[in-house]
């Protein structure tokens, strides 16, 4: 699994030291480098992230309050020079808390509590998901229920998602990665930057891509694997 994380310090140093630590960690990917806390709300937005790792004193907006405003931060781990904000970072469930300098040895142990924490985060998220079978959804201004088994894939449309049913496409305002978020994992699968596909609703691969319903669907390189073994280990459960 990767680990997608926001660096939001002020400290030209202190960044590139965090680069070059994120660098070493294989689980680890950066999704962006921020200099301030404001620059990290459109990529939050976006769900470009499962970890911040985040500084505390920063001009405008301190990593604390910044923390306060998030309704539903992703895992957070303090990175700052000052101690005297460990209680205060516990109070607001950050996984860790990282006084610099910290060795990467220390910075190893913090991610790797992260990311064991962001699995099972997800693996209880795709539990509830698969006890239901379907989602809600604001659609024009409305709520309307959505049933897993009537999706073929989803595409990305800019800040917009199109749901694809059998019989309509329901258009939404979200990102695809937050939709992404909302479906159980055993039976949806990203395949592309701008697609999701459901596994059941696939009726042949072929080379780097999916057909479902006459639609040819682009297959990632990096993805094409992991969709073998997916669609393989359903055919083993018929």
Do not use: W
Request: glycine share 2%.
């Amino acid at each position: 699994m990767k680990v997608k994380c926001i660096v939001i310090d002020d400290e030209p140093l202190a960044q590139k030291g965090l680069e070059e630590y994120i660098k070493e960690v294989p689980f680890l990917e950066l999704a962006a480098i921020c200099d301030n806390a404001m620059q990290a709300y459109p990529l939050l937005h976006k769900g470009q992230a499962d970890l911040i790792l985040l500084d505390i004193e920063m001009p405008e907006l301190s990593g604390i309050d910044f923390l306060r405003s998030l309704h539903h931060p992703p895992a957070v781990i303090f990175t700052t020079a000052y101690p005297e904000y460990a209680l205060q970072g516990y109070e607001l469930d950050v996984i860790d808390y990282l006084v610099k300098p910290f060795s990467l040895t220390r910075f190893l142990k913090a991610v790797t509590k992260a990311r064991d924490f962001i699995a099972e985060k997800n693996n209880r998220a795709a539990a509830i998901n698969e006890e239901r079978d379907f989602f809600f959804l604001k659609v024009n201004h409305q709520i309307e229920r959505i049933y897993y088994n009537d999706i073929l894939f989803i595409e990305a449309l800019q800040n917009y998602v199109a749901i694809n049913l059998a019989d309509r496409k329901i258009v939404s305002y979200m990102t695809i990665s937050n939709m992404e978020k909302q479906l159980p994992a055993p039976l949806f699968m990203r395949i592309h930057k701008s697609y999701i596909v459901a596994l059941n609703k696939i009726e042949k691969i072929d080379k780097n891509k999916v057909i479902i319903h006459d639609q040819y669907l682009p297959v990632s390189r990096t993805v094409k694997e992991q969709l073998m073994h997916a669609v393989e280990e359903k055919l083993m459960r018929r």
